[in-house]
């Protein structure tokens, strides 16, 4: 299976201040057919999981441009640019390039 | 709109069995794998089990293979997951979430399942 280790595990962060998420595989993600199924997930107290970011850099529908993703086969990086206070929650990142897919162990963003 | 509505969660005695309905709607449900996620109590998530859309393929977490079945009615827009030989670890909020791309963009609110006795 491949492990999905997210860094670091918590994260206070000052509203209006950035935030960022690192998640490194334990294999590459490139799909045969080209494409990186890494997406990123926030899930705010209470709530199911919410799609953020699809294919390593992809924003869903309704997402707020201050989120953004990057990166490249193993390493890939979330990255909030001002933080607002509704963000907070638990960030996870998921592949699914592979069965089982698998997720990392989660972020808790707070805010300071 | 897509809408995934979990139900059947509840309280079982360990070695019991439940069963687990996810209603869709607002897609063509035939088209779509179908899968389910869990998250115990203050946890992370861990993928469980999907369903192709005609449902002739299938695929388990090891830690519930042998022991879950999952399966689909079209007719319903229904997919299900049937646990037996349940545990404590099996404690979760399981959530049905929509295949395909980009995945996953659609989840329920979640049944949560009690393991104890």
Redesign the interface.
């Known amino acids: 299976d491949i492990v999905m280790t997210q860094t670091p595990l918590s994260s206070p962060v000052t509203p209006g201040q950035p935030a960022s998420i690192s998640c490194r595989s334990s294999q590459s993600l490139v799909y045969s057919d080209g494409n990186t199924y890494l997406s990123w997930l926030q899930q705010r107290p209470g709530q199911p999981p919410r799609l953020l970011i699809y294919k390593i850099s992809n924003r869903f529908s309704g997402v707020p441009d201050r989120f953004s993703g990057s990166g490249a086969g193993t390493d890939f990086t979330l990255k909030i640019s001002r933080v607002e206070a509704e963000d907070v929650g638990v960030y996870y990142c998921m592949q699914s390039t592979q069965s089982p897919y698998t997720f990392g162990q989660g972020t808790k963003l707070e805010i300071k | 709109e897509v809408q995934l509505v979990e139900s059947g969660g509840g309280l079982v005695q360990p070695g019991g069995s439940l069963r687990l309905s996810c209603a869709a709607s607002g897609f063509t449900f035939s088209y779509y794998h179908m899968?389910w996620v869990r998250q115990g109590p203050g946890k992370?998530?861990?993928?469980v089990s999907?369903i192709s859309g005609d449902g002739s393929s299938t695929?388990y977490?090891?830690s519930v293979k042998g022991r879950f079945t999952i399966s689909r009615d079209t007719a319903k827009n229904t997919v299900y997951l049937q646990m037996n030989s349940l545990r404590g670890e099996d404690t979760a909020v399981y959530?049905c979430v929509r295949g395909g791309?980009?995945?996953?963009?659609y989840?329920?609110?979640?049944t949560l399942v009690t393991v104890s006795s």
Do not use: E, K, N
């Open positions: 899968h992370g998530l861990v993928w999907h695929a977490a090891d959530y791309r980009p995945f996953p963009a989840w329920g609110q979640g």
